[in-house]
């Protein structure tokens, strides 16, 4: 190449880079590189480390170390000082080389700070280079640790630096902890296991080749990441077919997940809902302003079925309900036993071919093939029975049991005896923990001297045996799953009361009211109400309480007269949301004040709460120390699932 070409180069360049400058002046963002100087917390890094030649991602460049020469260069390094500048001479040669024989060999000095980096030496070859749309840079690195903290970005970083060991790649950048596990599991591989050289080239060939389909979706534009919309996008697709799918199709497969992947890359867009659907403020007016169905398909999707499982009993009364209600203006059909993928894509199949409208899929381990078939049917609904679910083309539901959790507690302390009262938890998942403190709180109410003896279902042991050798006598055990009164009166459920012998003696139990949610639903769908939310998306998680009626307690026949009244009572006003068990003072195990009794939690605080309060003798058990069983849920919906190693996919 002639110097005249490299001039003409570096005018093409410039041109380019006084563009960019005005488009970020007039978008208010910064039109030249980062600082390191300047981003750097002014204590609290942990240390320097030498990490040597690194073949650079090209994007991955975005500042510089000190704010010594950043006004000659735009944000991407495109050259802003004038033709005759000694800067443009410079660049011009550098150009000449690069497209030379001799071509640029030596490699950029730099520094690496949270996934990014910041150079110190090469400016001018970092522009020559990435105008000319070099991917990778080399150069040699020197990475700066932030100082460990429970900030998210922070713990995502560190887990960046276990997946650079092994993978020995930058070119993925998560932002939340967790997602480092998730792609490994969806990429088959254990966490430390290495990677060869040939995985390392085609991961980041697909991952270029998902990247151009990312931008094409304007991502660019939005504050999503390409790796996280890749996470999305292998909810729903195997990792092999990035490398079968033509440009076409992966765009196209991309632009259907698109509303998934802005609710799940926007965190603050989850919507816990907390309140019922909306009711029409006017049947007239809203049936003149849309389109509203006269009949309604309705399919329930299950992953077992009725006989061996009283959670399925429960959604299959709440069909039998919406039946008698609705009569003849809906259709229902119900689909068991879809207890793994295949079997659960080919019942959710089935179930749109016999013209569904509406499917609810009603376990958690069914939200991955609903997933899939809702980005498939655009045009039917589906909701899955979790919780905290970032999808948009799903919705999911469950209920605030902590509200019926705590007039149970309230329940138990009157009751008891003696001050010590046995829990026996479920799982450690979302909601869970707000329930345990609801009941301490309500048997606090009751009985300020209140213990509460914690034990988990799902660990190993013999929690009812084990209080009963320890001389308490009144026990919470799982939460009625049906409104079938026999499984309060068998003691398998419900909170009882434990006689000297071994006898039981219900007392009462929260109990899930599924028909409630299926009414709210269905009525709002054939009233024209529901939305859809397809212009706007949002992951929208429905999460009712005892005023929508989803959620109810059973009350045992020899509760005694003074605390049924009290119960009856409380039962009243949580109904009509006058009581709140967490609006007042809240103190937890470790002395921490969660409440000064000034304010209410929100439903986003409620459902990740994850400490229990001063009253519980126990902890969250680890996931380690949970049976082989009940991993599945926790990975699902545990309150501490980010931190779970992810199982890998079998790649065939």
């Not at 010594?68 to 000082?81: M, N, Q, V």
């Not at 990035?242 to 603050?268: E, H």
Request: hydrophobic content about 40%; glycine content about 8%.
């Amino acid at each position: 190449m002639s110097l005249q070409d490299a001039r003409d180069e570096y005018s093409q360049a410039l041109r380019q880079g006084q563009k960019e400058y005005r488009e970020l002046s007039a978008a208010g963002k910064s039109p030249h590189p980062l600082v390191l100087d300047e981003i750097l917390p002014e204590a609290g890094t942990e240390a320097v480390q030498d990490v040597g030649l690194v073949e650079i991602p090209a994007e991955r460049i975005i500042g510089t170390k000190s704010a010594g020469r950043i006004t000659a260069f735009t944000a991407s390094f495109l050259p802003l000082l004038g033709p005759e500048s000694e800067f443009s001479l410079k660049w011009i040669n550098l150009c000449a080389a690069h497209l030379g024989d001799i071509g640029i060999r030596d490699p950029i000095v730099c520094y690496e700070y949270l996934g990014n980096f910041y150079v110190q030496e090469g400016n001018k070859r970092v522009s020559v280079l990435r105008y000319f749309g070099a991917p990778r840079i080399p150069g040699t690195v020197k990475r700066i640790l932030p100082a460990p903290s429970d900030e998210p970005r922070t713990r995502a970083y560190y887990e960046f630096l276990e997946f650079y060991k092994t993978s020995r790649l930058y070119t993925v950048q998560f932002r939340r902890p967790g997602d480092y596990a998730k792609l490994l599991a969806y990429l088959g591989k254990e966490p430390g296991e290495g990677w060869t050289d040939s995985e390392q080239r085609t991961f980041s060939a697909y991952f270029q080749y998902f990247r151009d389909a990312f931008q094409s979706c304007n991502g660019k534009l939005r504050d999503i990441l390409p790796e996280e919309a890749l996470l999305t996008w292998l909810e729903v697709h195997p990792y092999r077919d990035l490398g079968q799918m033509s440009s076409g199709d992966l765009k196209k497969s991309l632009s259907a997940l698109w509303p998934d992947v802005l609710a799940g890359t926007q965190q603050s867009e989850v919507k816990v809902d907390a309140e019922p659907v909306a009711e029409p403020k006017s049947k007239l007016l809203n049936r003149i302003m849309s389109s509203t169905p006269d009949h309604l398909n309705v399919a329930f999707v299950h992953q077992l079925d009725p006989k061996s499982s009283g959670w399925v009993q429960g959604h299959e009364e709440g069909r039998k309900y919406v039946e008698e209600v609705f009569g003849d203006k809906i259709t229902v059909r119900s689909y068991y036993d879809a207890n793994h993928a295949q079997e659960a894509e080919a019942a959710l199949e089935q179930a749109v071919a016999d013209g569904a409208d509406v499917v609810f899929t009603t376990a958690p381990k069914l939200i991955r093939a609903t997933l899939k078939l809702a980005v498939k049917y655009p045009k039917v609904h589906f909701l899955n029975c979790s919780v905290d679910q970032p999808y948009s083309s799903v919705r999911t539901y469950y209920g605030r049991i902590f509200e019926a959790k705590f007039i149970t507690g309230a329940i138990a302390g009157a009751v008891a005896q003696k001050d010590r009262i046995g829990y026996i938890g479920s799982n450690p998942i979302f909601g869970v923990p707000a329930s345990i403190n609801a009941f301490a709180l309500g048997a606090q109410m009751t009985n300020p001297r209140a213990q509460i003896e914690l034990r988990w279902s799902c660990c190993k042991g013999t929690p009812q045996a084990d209080f009963f050798g320890d001389g308490i006598r009144v026990v919470s055990n799982r939460d009625v799953p049906t409104q079938d009164k026999m499984y309060l009166e068998f003691c398998n459920y419900g909170t009882y009361l434990m006689d000297d012998r071994g006898g039981l003696i219900p007392l009462a139990s929260p109990v899930w009211v599924w028909g409630k949610f299926y009414e709210i639903v269905i009525k709002s769908m054939l009233a024209g109400t529901w939305k859809d939310g397809k212009a706007n998306p949002k992951a929208v998680n429905y999460w009712l309480g005892m005023d929508s009626g989803v959620i109810d307690i059973k009350l045992g026949d020899r509760l005694p007269a003074g605390v049924r009244m009290l119960t009856e009572i409380l039962i009243k006003d949580m109904r009509t949301r006058s009581l709140d068990p967490f609006f007042r003072k809240v103190v937890a195990q470790d002395g921490t004040l969660k409440n000064d009794g000034s304010r209410h939690f929100t439903p986003d605080e409620l459902l990740h709460m994850d400490w229990l309060v001063e009253n519980v003798v126990g902890s969250i058990p680890t996931f380690d120390e949970i049976m082989l069983e009940s991993q599945s849920i926790v990975r699902k919906l545990g309150i501490y699932r980010d931190k779970i190693p992810a199982l890998k996919e079998t790649q065939t």
